[in-house]
């Protein structure tokens, strides 16, 4: 319906008696049950509007999440969630009318074991009536551009899980809710919608596109998150906040804020009803005008708000009775306490049919040079540790199923999965694994992480003895990156074992830092294995400094069973050869058996990539550049470049270096050229016998500043294939969009900044081609990118600024640390895989999988027990191919997690685009699986129980909610881009 026209007569208002006297608002429905029930009444014929009370609480920003929580260092910001819980339940117990929503279940959890079981019960009474009600109800507010789906499912499920089991079904929140996320990716509402909830809100989004929005009345729409799952599986009703997530203009009423307060005794001085109302009832109208229904929504509440909530709810209170009052003098409007699933419920109703959208929500733009597409890469180390973080939480959670109940409690001690999991979850926030925040809460996270992967190690030693029947000391080396890992430095004889989180078997190159020349490697088998000696390069003696002292490297390739380990025993050759030798010159090519790449022999460069198996070439150059970050000293804008915001003073990126000295190393195990640009930017170029891709290897840092400019360090890759505009990038690690340079696929673009504006999250790839030949670049961690010319493909890999980008975070993004005073060092790779297009995800599916999911190695001194159970698989066969494991966790005495994958989209593959069948009952080997039930992915609703609203979109008729039948219980079906999650009931065997 359309909005009303408000009758905005003049206010006048009659008072009986004076001051009011509670309770206030209107009349209070007493419902026992939470939910869409326990909503209030709202007047078909007149504007409804909900103002829903809410906080926003960060889970680290300018302090630490704990800091948040007690209100710590209020010097930096003051802000205290145990008094907002404390305050908000008070004063939602002083009226039945009042309602209030919380999201971030870190905070909720810490407050909650602190409450007496009286309060406890209070509490649950206000969630069993829906007045307290849990919205979004993660462990925190996930950021959309730089998480890896894997990660969040997992915080989301650990929030959802304790709601429920705190509150049960009245504790399961209905709508998510990202106010606050920098931008909204696809994958994220493909993964809401399967998680159960009925509809989206958030708050940013590009200021043009808003514009439009406005204009069609489409900021309520029905967002088709996926290409290949059925619909609605991934349709997700999404609703634009009309103030981000603020309240309107002069209604802010918490302590922090300066608005005035309602003054309603006339007896008194500055007697404002009156004018609160009309401005009120104009806010109202002018709200209405721009949104499709007779109800709007307005969010009254901001970051850190009602620590004091009787400044809040005191004239909100106030404001729902002298607005309501006006409806006897014919005005249309009602006021009413909400929720977002109540004014959810209210838009459901309607029946009407929504805008549907394909794309997503990136990159967003608060103005014409204001691009939030800086923070894809901002603390590109913290990035990649807490990528790293996942993989190692997988496997601990993997051998905390396979070894039973001895990896908890064992010959290592006490360990547990527990605080990597929290430590995770905390590190998916908005200003956390975004880069954010500021850098005393950066180094938070990390050492919260350090933390929970040291209690990982000891339940992940206990369980390997358990299934190794070896108790013999095992050694963690974290630091293999950079050739550190004091066992294989110093032994002569030393073994390593392999332990592979995929559900199929993985070959996978080792580098280990070792002193002697030669080694002799064999197999659990005993068998040799190849293996070679090479010098550890300068770049990487520089990055390490003084903490390791190895002057080689061996390399070779291990074999590792499904979600399983091997073992592989080294030791030193007396008196062997000596180690690969360096060439001072650069190679006209390196090859292995699938690639060859060729080099500038005048540059250094590289000038072209084959694949000898499809017989493809493409030309391909790589170098580094830098942009020289705005410091905000310009005509257009005064907008910096920092911790958000990425804004070149010049879309000409300046070359570090036209040449590269090389040197090169050429074994049969492996070839490399090591490409030395200056002394802050240094790359390898690797090709590793068995490997399908091409490593490029690359070291950034420090970053020099001492020309006073801010510079953000992007790799670009320029090749002779065919763009015409188009690039790709992935969402949070699963389904692949397209890009268009200076287009958007919902709005006319009017480009600002061309290259700020054409930047895209990139998590795990990001892949060019045309009709002949993709090229495919893997990541290990997220970053942004863009392709601005043909043939292009950029990538960000650090940034070093000296201004703040004015967002709050109030500090300029400029890492150091004890190790590198002069400026964080950061090393990483990305992997290049050039295939034909009809065939590329058959590649790079398999090659993201196995960086976001590495195998991990640890490392015994001396020889084994020779009891010792030397290989081990936790499959009975290997997962099909498309198929992957995406969580295995225990969750509780009895039962276990398992989410199934199918990682194919529906157009990518003519082999593994297909439907897949796995039976759960013979999946495991130390398992007996007794019982399977299904949930949503969030794990808090059975499958059968889930019901959504459904939502009609406006081009096309309602799709028909398709069933499909699984051959038989055991038997599980999954189709493209499906996840299903099952909760197995299990005995050991
Ligand atoms: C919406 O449709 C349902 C079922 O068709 C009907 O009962 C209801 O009255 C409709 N509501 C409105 C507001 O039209
Ligand atoms: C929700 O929690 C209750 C216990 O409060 C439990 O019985 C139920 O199985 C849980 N639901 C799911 C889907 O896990
Ligand atoms: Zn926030």
């Not at 809100?201 to 406005?214: C, E, K, S, T, V």
């Not at 003895?465 to 294989?488: F, Q």
């Amino acid at each position: 319906m359309a909005a009303m026209s408000l009758q905005l007569t003049v206010v006048s208002l009659f008072l009986l008696g004076g001051v009011l006297t509670f309770p206030l608002g209107q009349e209070a429905e007493h419902t026992s049950t939470c939910g869409y029930e326990s909503c209030h009444p709202t007047k078909p014929d007149m504007l409804n509007v909900h103002l829903v009370p809410h906080t926003h609480d960060d889970v680290g920003w300018l302090k630490t999440v704990d800091q948040y929580f007690y209100g710590d260092r209020n010097d930096i910001q003051h802000a205290g969630v145990q008094y907002i819980l404390d305050s908000v339940v008070d004063q939602l117990l002083k009226n039945p009318d009042r309602r209030f929503i919380y999201v971030e279940t870190a905070f909720f959890y810490r407050w909650w074991r602190q409450q007496s079981s009286s309060m406890q019960q209070t509490v649950k009474q206000l969630v069993n009536e829906g007045r307290l009600e849990f919205v979004n109800g993660g462990w925190c507010m996930s950021d959309e551009a730089t998480t890896h789906y894997s990660a969040v499912i997992d915080q989301m499920t650990m929030g959802l899980r304790f709601l429920n089991e705190t509150f049960g079904p009245c504790g399961r929140p209905r709508v998510a809710w990202h106010i606050d996320p920098f931008g909204h990716a696809r994958e994220h509402a493909s993964m809401f919608a399967q998680m159960g909830y009925d509809g989206f809100f958030f708050g940013r989004l590009d200021y043009q596109d808003r514009a439009r929005r406005m204009m069609y009345r489409e900021q309520e729409l029905l967002w088709r998150a996926s290409d290949s799952l059925t619909p609605p599986m991934a349709d997700l009703f999404t609703g634009i906040l009309p103030n981000g997530y603020n309240p309107p203009e002069g209604f802010c009423w918490d302590q922090s804020c300066d608005d005035a307060p309602i003054r309603d005794d006339p007896d008194l001085e500055d007697y404002n009803v009156d004018d609160v109302v009309k401005r009120f009832l104009a806010i109202a109208e002018g709200q209405s005008a721009v949104y499709k229904t007779n109800h709007i929504i307005m969010t009254m509440g901001s970051d850190f708000q009602y620590e004091n909530a009787n400044l809040w709810y005191k004239n909100l209170d106030k404001l729902i009775h002298y607005v309501n009052a006006q409806q006897a003098n014919g005005i249309k409007v009602n006021v009413l306490y909400s929720t977002p699933s109540c004014y959810l419920q209210e838009l459901h109703r309607t029946n009407l049919t929504w805008a549907l959208k394909n794309d997503d929500f990136f990159p967003y733009a608060d103005d014409a040079h204001d691009f939030w597409t800086g923070y894809f890469t901002s603390r590109p180390a913290l990035k990649r540790y807490e990528r790293i973080s996942n993989s190692n939480l997988q496997m601990c959670n993997q051998l905390e199923v396979l070894g039973g109940p001895v990896s908890r409690r064992g010959p290592f001690g006490v360990g547990d999965s527990k605080t990597m999991k929290e430590a995770m979850a905390v590190a998916q926030h908005h200003d956390a694994v975004s880069g954010t925040e500021k850098q005393h809460v950066a180094n938070d996270y990390a050492r919260r992480l350090a933390n929970g992967w040291q209690h990982c190690q000891v339940l992940v030693s206990n369980s390997l003895a358990g299934l190794s029947g070896s108790t013999a000391e095992r050694i963690y080396c974290d630091n293999l990156n950079i050739s550190v890992c004091p066992l294989t430095e110093s032994s002569k004889k030393f073994s390593v074992n392999v332990y592979n989180p995929l559900a199929r078997p993985v070959t996978w190159p080792v580098r280990l830092p070792v002193n002697g020349t030669a080694y002799v490697v064999s197999d659990a088998n005993g068998k040799s294995v190849d293996s070679q000696v090479v010098p550890v390069s300068p770049a990487t003696r520089e990055v390490r400094r003084s903490r390791g002292f190895a002057v080689n490297e061996l390399v070779f390739q291990v074999q590792a069973p499904p979600l399983g380990y091997t073992t592989y025993s080294v030791s030193l050759l007396q008196n062997g050869p000596p180690p690969a030798s360096t060439q001072h010159h650069t190679p006209t090519a390196i090859k292995n058996k699938f690639l060859q790449v060729t080099f500038d022999p005048d540059t250094g460069l590289l000038s072209s990539l084959s694949n000898l198996e499809t017989k493809q070439t493409i030309k391909l150059t790589q170098n580094f550049y830098w942009y020289n970050a705005s410091d905000g000293n310009n005509v257009e804008s005064i907008q910096p470049s920092g911790a958000y915001i990425f804004r070149p003073n010049s879309s000409t990126p300046f070359v570090i270096s036209k040449t590269a000295k090389t040197e090169s190393i050429q074994t049969p195990a492996v070839q490399e050229v090591r490409q030395w640009f200056s002394p802050w930017v240094s790359q390898v170029v690797r090709l590793y016998a068995d490997s399908r891709a091409l490593e490029l290897e690359w070291t950034v840092g420090p970053v020099p500043i001492d020309d006073d400019l801010g510079k953000e360090v992007i790799t670009r890759l320029d090749t002779s294939i065919q763009t015409a505009q188009y690039f790709y990038t992935d969402s949070n690690g699963r389904e692949v969009l397209q890009r268009k340079t200076d287009f958007r696929p919902t709005w006319n673009l009017k480009q600002s900044e061309p290259i700020a504006g054409n930047y895209y999250p990139i998590n795990s790839r990001a892949f060019i081609k045309d009709d002949d030949d993709q090229l495919t670049v893997v990541t290990d961690r997220s970053q942004g990118g863009g392709s601005i010319n043909n043939g292009s493909l950029e990538i960000m890999l650090h940034r070093r600024l000296l201004y703040d980008d004015v967002r709050g975070v109030a500090e300029p993004l400029n890492e150091t640390s004890g190790i590198f005073p002069k400026g964080l060092v950061v090393r990483g790779r990305l992997l290049l895989s050039l295939d034909r297009p009809a065939s590329a995800a058959d590649a790079h599916r398999p090659l993201a999988q196995e960086v976001v999911l590495q195998p991990l190695l640890t490392f015994t001194g001396g020889d084994l027990h020779p009891n010792t159970r030397l290989e081990f698989s936790g499959l009975q066969a290997a997962l099909p191919p498309a198929v992957h494991l995406l969580t295995l966790s225990q969750w509780d005495k009895d039962s276990v997690l398992l989410r199934l994958e199918h990682q194919f989209q529906s157009w990518e593959s003519k082999v593994n685009s297909q439907p897949v069948t796995v039976n759960l009952q013979k999946l495991f080997t130390t398992l007996d699986v007794l019982g399977v039930s299904e949930l949503n992915l969030s794990a808090n609703q059975w499958k059968d129980e889930m019901k959504r609203f459904s939502w009609t979109p406006e081009s096309e008729e309602q799709p028909l909610l398709k069933t499909f039948e699984d051959p038989s219980t055991w038997e599980v079906t999954l189709r493209p881009m499906e996840i299903r999650t099952f909760l197995l009931k299990v005995g050991l065997r």
